[in-house]
């Protein structure tokens, strides 16, 4: 019981995997966001895309 109670108290004292969680918390909120922007990014671009190309159809007409 004494060797339980040992390992409780160094797993509620030790701290070293608490940086690491946060790096990835940090790494994942960053892929998030340039995973929204990124796609609204492509939308607007397909959209200028559409435009030019129904704008060059239009005056080939």
């Known amino acids: 019981m004494t ?3 040992e390992l ?3 797993l509620v004292q030790e701290d070293s995997g608490q940086d690491l969680i946060e790096y990835a918390l ?3 909120l960053i892929a998030l966001g340039a995973l929204v922007g ?3 990014l492509a939308n607007d671009i397909g959209n200028a895309f559409n435009s030019v190309g129904t704008t060059l159809s239009s ?3």
């Open 3 to 5: 060797n339980l109670k």
């Open 26 to 28: 940090v790494a994942a």
């Open 38 to 40: 990124m796609k609204t």
């Open 59 to 61: 005056a080939a007409a």
């Open 8 to 10: 409780f108290i160094r």
